[in-house]
């Protein structure tokens, strides 16, 4: 009998195996984001600021189509103005690119994102 088969066979069972565990991490974190812990405080700067900068500033920046979204005049753009702190999901600036709004066909938020603006909102839409 060839002892040398079963130990490879084993071998690329366990890479496998590894592969799934690790793809089975992936999908867990991204639904760990999707369920937003209510009670997480998030920072203007350090949770919304990246969202504008992966999907919106390639319009929404100086020059260019209003509300400029870049870092440094994005809160100045979108607060108040943007912003309904009595009703947070009437702001425009939640509303507006939310994945079940029908217009802003551009480019809209994901999910999360939208989540995370929301909770952002009310939170106060702070500058932090
Ligand atoms: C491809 C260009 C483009 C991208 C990318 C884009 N937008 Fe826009 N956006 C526009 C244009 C053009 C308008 C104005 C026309 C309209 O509202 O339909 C607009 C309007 C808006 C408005 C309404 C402003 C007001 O005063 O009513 C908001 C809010 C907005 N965008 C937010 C975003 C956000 C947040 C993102 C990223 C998730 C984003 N946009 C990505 C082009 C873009």
């Given at each position: 009998?060839?002892?040398?088969?079963?130990?490879?066979?084993?071998?690329?069972?366990?890479?496998?195996f590894?592969?799934?565990?690790?793809?089975?991490?992936?999908?867990?974190?991204?639904?760990?984001?999707?369920?937003?812990?209510?009670d997480?405080?998030?920072?203007?700067?350090?949770?919304?600021?990246?969202?504008?900068?992966?999907?919106?500033?390639s319009?929404?920046?100086?020059?260019?189509?209003?509300?400029?979204?870049?870092?440094?005049?994005?809160?100045?753009?979108?607060?108040?103005?943007?912003?309904?702190?009595?009703?947070?999901?009437?702001?425009?600036?939640?509303?507006?690119?939310?994945?079940?709004?029908?217009?802003?066909?551009?480019?809209?938020?994901?999910?999360?994102?939208?989540a995370?603006v929301?909770?952002?909102?009310?939170?106060?839409?702070?500058?932090?």
């Open positions: 009998m060839n002892h040398h088969i079963p130990s490879k066979l084993l071998r690329i069972a366990a890479v496998f590894m592969a799934m565990i690790a793809i089975t991490a992936c999908e867990y974190e991204t639904i760990e984001i999707d369920e937003l812990d209510p997480e405080v998030l920072s203007f700067s350090g949770d919304i600021i990246p969202i504008f900068e992966k999907s919106c500033t319009c929404h920046r100086p020059g260019s189509t209003s509300p400029d979204l870049t870092a440094d005049n994005a809160y100045n753009s979108i607060v108040p103005n943007l912003i309904d702190l009595e009703n947070p999901e009437n702001s425009t600036i939640y509303n507006t690119p939310n994945p079940s709004s029908g217009g802003h066909a551009f480019q809209k938020y994901t999910q999360a994102e939208a995370q929301l909770q952002w909102i009310k939170q106060g839409a702070e500058n932090n």
